[in-house]
T-cell receptor, first 113, second 116 residues
């Protein structure tokens, strides 16, 4: 089955700096890669996703890149703000197949003011 | 208007008891899920239902039994609760996102279960 590895487990940056979180997946059949943000005591919320037919997607300060050959994808947050502090999860699934979302173990991002 | 709701939000109970968690979504989605988030924040799928039919059943003890009376509801019943069952349980549903172009999963607020 699918296995998703996520690094780093913790990340601390200064406000205004960029943050990068990386994930690798094992199942070449996976074709959908969402990223979720979970604030303390809250539900995971989808912030951006990418499908295997594109290599990059941007939404304001957030971007995701996908390298299908190497089976890795990354989340990039630019101009970080204190409210970006949260746990971020990557995930992978096979849409049209098992449809099961397999999550990475999460990255706790702290943005210091 | 809450899209995916769960009750109760907190549940404290003793070992050996039986308890249920309820989930409802008003998004008109066909697919619903139960996830378990342990103390290390690891999110793992437990079950998935599509239009009341079980489609994913991970290696979960059979003390856990999901029930879907209709496609808007997916409840989780847990028998003979154990200390290791303490976790946050999230319900989720999947359907067309706000863009209208792609399918997304929406999570409920979670139920924090503490077994003493």
């Amino acid at each position: 089955g699918e296995n998703v590895e996520q690094h780093p487990s913790t990340l601390s940056v200064q406000e205004g700096d960029s943050a990068v979180i990386k994930c690798t997946y094992s199942d070449s059949a996976s074709n959908y890669f969402p990223w979720y943000k979970q604030e303390l005591g809250k539900r995971p919320q989808l912030i951006i996703d990418i499908r295997s037919n594109v290599g990059e997607k941007k939404d304001q300060r957030i971007a995701v890149t996908l390298n299908k050959t190497a089976k890795h994808f990354s989340l990039h947050i630019t101009e970080t703000q204190p409210e970006d502090s949260a746990v971020y999860f990557c995930a992978a699934s096979e849409e049209g197949g098992s449809e099961k979302l397999v999550f990475g173990k999460g990255t706790k991002l702290t943005v210091n003011p | 208007d809450t899209a995916v709701s769960q009750t109760p939000k907190y549940l404290v109970t003793q070992m050996g008891n039986d308890k249920s968690i309820k989930c409802e979504q008003n998004l008109g989605h066909d697919t619903m899920y139960w996830y378990k988030q342990d103390s290390k924040k690891f999110l793992k799928i437990m079950f998935s239902y599509n239009n009341k039919e079980l489609i994913i059943n991970e290696t979960v003890p059979n003390r856990f039994s999901p029930k879907s009376p209709d496609k808007a509801h997916l409840n989780l019943h847990i028998n003979s609760l154990e200390l290791g069952d303490s976790a946050v349980y999230f319900c989720a549903s999947k359907g067309l996102g706000t863009s209208g172009f792609s399918y997304e999963q929406y999570f409920g607020p979670g139920t924090r279960l503490t077994v003493t």
